[in-house]
Every structure is written in C-alpha cells, then in structure tokens.
C-alpha cells in the first residue's frame, strides 16, 4: 500500500474514540483524525477520567482504537464490552505509531 493511498482516505464525519495512549499524542491524533473528515474523542482510560464519562462517549462514536500497550486491561475489557452492547467496531492497536493508528482508521473507511 503506498503512503499516498493511505493520505487520501476520508472518515466521512465519523467520531473516533481514542482510549489510553500516551498524553502527549492526543493533539496529534485530533489533528490527524480531523485532516481527514472525522470527529475525535480521547478518554484515558479510567486514569483521571471516569469509566462512566467512557460508556458516554463510546455511545456516541461510530468506532473505538485503543492501544493495548497503554491502556488497562480493565478499560480494554470495558471497551469490548461496551462496543459489543453498542455494536460499535473497535480496533486495539498493538502501536502507538501513526502506521499502525493510520492504517486502523484507513480499515474503519473500507467496511
């Protein structure tokens, strides 16, 4: 797949849900989330913010990523829970990297 492919995809408005991760990133997952059409969300997880505010927001997202590597396996849990009640895709990522981050909201556009 060529990176000019990859660049050109468009979320079409849909609102992503970005649980855990690594603060820093936030910013630059909104950004790359909205250069393409989309709505951006981010919960971390239950670190600060409540699991209750997650179920909120997970309602309102048309798809959910969430990187295994930094995020609790309670809120992992509670995401795969709450995407199957709502019947929401959701995409774990094995990578913090913007390939592996890239390529899951890519997939959300083909299906």
Do not use: W
């Amino acid at each position: 797949m060529s990176s000019q492919a990859t660049d050109t995809f468009d979320l079409s408005g849909r609102l992503i849900l970005y649980v855990g991760g690594r603060h820093q990133h936030v910013a630059h997952l909104r950004r790359l989330v909205e250069e393409r059409g989309g709505g951006f969300v981010h919960h971390d997880g239950g670190v600060e913010q409540s699991m209750t505010k997650l179920a909120n927001h997970l309602e309102r997202a048309d798809a959910v990523l969430f990187p295994v590597g930094c995020v609790s396996h309670q809120a992992q849990s509670k995401v795969k829970d709450l995407c199957r009640r709502f019947e929401k895709p959701f995409k774990p990522l094995r990578s913090t990297g913007i390939g592996a981050i890239t390529q899951a909201l890519e997939s959300l556009t083909t299906n």
